[in-house]
């Protein structure tokens, strides 16, 4: 297991404020209240540790298959429907969705590999990312990669906690499946676009991980 580089800083911030809580409440606190600062030692540690988890990226065996389409996140599928896109394809496409919860890990990997056809950002809200809105009035960055299979687009959406959306793509360039793409800070979800025929190999509410379950094939 390594660590994000998105996260040095946040841990290196998590770690000052550990210490000085911690130097603090022994210097203070240790003497008459002994409990007090166990706890207080307790709940920082817990605190820390969870801040280097978030970051983590485990070590794991990516699926690669040029017929396959990937989880480009590790979460639960919390949408699989028929919707009609506004943004970039004008018809109608599957949608499905990953929720990310704070536990989970939060590096987004390419579900395709291919050409980046397409790569905008978009301001918005910050509502709950299981809200129906989130997907269309959220702050989230789309991305369209293209192949000889055809395409597909695939959105980091903020939510409620997840702040900053992090994406390492542009356009022209070629992307290779299960290579990271991007970093959502806090959880929130993802949603991938596919085409009608694509067949879909994930159920709602499923755990997937992101590089590994097949999302989907194509037709």
């Not at 998105?6 to 203070?28: D, Q, R």
């Not at 970051?55 to 919707?83: M, Q, W």
């Not at 129906?132 to 055809?150: D, F, I, L, M």
Request: glycine letters at 6%.
């Amino acid at each position: 297991m390594t660590i994000h580089r998105e996260g040095y800083k946040t841990i290196a911030i998590t770690a000052l404020i550990f210490g000085v809580l911690n130097l603090i409440s022994f210097s203070f606190l240790s003497a008459s209240w002994p409990w007090l600062a166990l706890i207080i030692f307790v709940v920082t540690l817990g605190l820390f540790l969870f801040i280097i988890s978030f970051f983590r990226i485990p070590d794991r065996t990516l699926s690669i298959h040029e017929n396959r389409i990937i989880c480009p996140a590790d979460g639960k599928v919390v949408v699989i429907e028929e919707i009609t896109d506004e943004e970039y394809f004008k018809d109608r496409r599957i949608q499905v969705s990953i929720f990310m919860s704070p536990a989970n890990v939060h590096v987004n990997r390419n579900p395709i590999s291919g050409e980046v056809v397409y790569n905008k950002y978009h301001k918005g809200k910050y509502l709950v990312a299981w809200h129906p809105k989130s997907s269309t009035e959220n702050e989230r960055w789309s991305v369209v990669t293209k192949n000889a299979n055809g395409e597909i687009l695939y959105k980091q959406i903020a939510g409620a906690l997840a702040k900053r959306i992090c994406n390492y793509t542009n356009v022209g360039q070629m992307v290779n499946q299960g290579d990271e793409y991007g970093f959502i800070k806090f959880g929130s979800r993802v949603d991938i676009l596919l085409p009608l025929d694509a067949k879909i190999d994930v159920q709602l509410n499923q755990a997937v991980k992101g590089g590994v379950t097949v999302l989907a094939h194509w037709h």
